[in-house]
């Protein structure tokens, strides 16, 4: 999902801009004369796309961003703008529900002072001459659009601060301590940059995956089996009888009674593995007399995960090849799916010796010795979650995406002495051992208190759509909703 590119400003500037705003042709959705069903809900209210709601006009709002943005409009950013509707809805509805809990009402000169720039003269003077020639509707929707706008602005600037300011204080809003500001102000006067050594857990090899599979030789056996499912014990029990006395045959019997839960068209199961029908019949000893059929033997209906089924093996079992390529993947595929960390495991104890090596021999070659990938991080700051105020850690260099928000990598990196090998630090899908390179103390000025003023308030208001998102007040059916009957209509 891509980030969303509103702040607690432009979220503002939307509320204020949504009356000129009708819905987008293109996103009319739903079938003629059927009301969409709403897309979810905040503490009890419904979030409905439907004309003047303030769900559309934010879709509204968002598509003609795009457009001004140049961004082609297409199915996969239909679905982004919804979400940033749906999500700038919640945060609407969040605070307006806080402020109106809180007894505060708009004051009526704040809404008249708002609207005054819409109704001036050519000399950009407000004019009353023009405030009465406008349409009523219009200038009724104008004035409901501001109290809700202003209404949601008061939350967010007592929550997070605004332009109004005492001196050097911002008179509303989180206060930030001197400290953390100074601290902020001169994250850069100190970075490190380290030899690295990536070991790719992607790269798992053929020798661990064939040594796994033996050991678990069981699990991937391969069978050949037609499958008949009913809902209940009994029909599948009659099914069973009359393929047996042959009043019917298999096929026909899957054609006429099978639910098809676990097969094709056709009957074929699509589950093949012994892994698979472990999570698939639900006794053990069932299992047991289905993996021991002999071809075209039928085996009694049995419990599985959804009713009773009933096993034909068209052909022998097959027992696995640890050699050939195909089954290897299934072998990869299933300790990646399972038993993941096993492989976590296993790059660790490699990591593990290649730190004890490095110790005592050149970085370099013991890359080579145990088949790690070596990078050089250029100097970064203590900069958890790349703030845009400091210099950030290059996290395109291979093994490092996501490293920015580590924690672990950061303070394993920034408690190294110079030349220091670390323990191995688990990133993703990758295990890095880090090499403290050097470590510079930088000449620069400290970034400016109203820049650091305006990160912190960017992210408070960030961290607070994140809980609203995750509230158990939130319903969110945007993604069933949308492909169910907006995109089938584009």
């Not at 703008?81 to 806080?98: C, E, P, R």
């Not at 602005?153 to 605004?162: L, M, N, Q, T, Y």
Request: with cysteine; aromatic share 12%.
């Amino acid at each position: 999902m891509k980030r969303g590119f509103y702040t607690i400003g432009s979220l503002i500037i939307l509320l204020i801009a949504a009356f000129i705003f009708v819905l987008v042709p293109i996103f009319s959705g739903g079938r003629t004369g059927t009301r969409l069903p709403p897309f979810g809900s905040y503490d009890g209210t419904e979030i409905r796309y439907e004309q003047g709601s303030d769900f559309a006009n934010y879709v509204a709002n968002y598509a003609d961003y795009f457009k001004n943005q140049n961004i082609e409009i297409d199915n996969s950013n239909y679905y982004y703008i919804f979400n940033y509707a749906f999500n700038a809805t919640v945060t609407q509805l969040a605070y307006k529900k806080a402020v109106n809990k809180s007894g505060w009402k708009v004051p009526q000169t704040a809404v008249n002072r708002a609207m005054m720039p819409y109704f001036t003269d050519e000399t950009g003077k407000y004019s009353s001459k023009m405030y009465k020639l406008a349409d009523p509707q219009a200038v009724a929707d104008l004035r409901k659009n501001f109290e809700s706008s202003l209404t949601t602005a008061r939350f967010a600037e007592d929550s997070f601060g605004g332009a109004a300011s005492f001196g050097k204080e911002t008179l509303y809003g989180l206060k930030t301590s001197e400290t953390e500001t100074s601290f902020m102000q001169n994250l850069n006067s100190s970075k490190r940059s380290f030899n690295l050594a990536v070991f790719n857990m992607n790269e798992y090899p053929d020798s661990e995956k064939a040594a796994y599979g033996k050991e678990n030789s069981q699990k991937f056996v391969k069978y050949d089996f037609s499958v008949i499912t009913c809902a209940d014990k009994s029909k599948a029990q009659s099914v069973a009888n009359s393929i047996t006395s042959e009043k019917i045959t298999f096929a026909d019997a899957v054609n006429e009674y099978s639910q098809k839960s676990y097969s094709n068209s056709n009957g074929k199961m699509t589950s093949q593995y012994h892994y698979q029908l472990e999570s698939i019949v639900k006794n053990p000893d069932d299992l047991k007399t289905i993996a021991a059929l002999a071809k075209d033997e039928i085996s009694a209906p049995v419990q599985t995960s959804i009713g009773y089924t009933i096993f034909r093996a068209d052909s022998a079992a097959a027992e696995p090849d640890f050699n050939d390529e195909s089954t290897l993947r299934t072998v990869y595929n299933y300790i990646t799916t399972n038993e993941f960390s096993r492989i976590e495991e296993y790059y660790t104890s490699q990591a593990e010796k290649f730190a004890a090596d490095a110790k005592t021999a050149n970085f370099d070659a013991t890359c080579k010795k145990y088949n790690a990938k070596k990078a050089v991080v250029p100097a970064f700051p203590l900069n958890y979650g790349s703030v845009s105020v400091a210099d950030k850690l290059d996290t395109s260099i291979e093994g490092l995406s996501g490293a920015n928000t580590n924690e672990t990598f950061f303070k394993t990196a920034f408690s190294l002495a110079k030349g220091e090998i670390s323990k191995p630090v688990v990133n993703g899908r990758n295990i890095l051992v880090l090499q403290l390179a050097n470590e510079t103390a930088a000449d620069t000025e400290p970034t400016d208190s109203d820049v650091i003023a305006d990160e912190i308030r960017n992210y408070d208001s960030s961290a607070a759509q994140t809980a609203l998102l995750s509230s158990p007040k939130l319903k969110n059916n945007l993604s069933e909703v949308f492909f169910k009957y907006i995109m089938t209509n584009n």
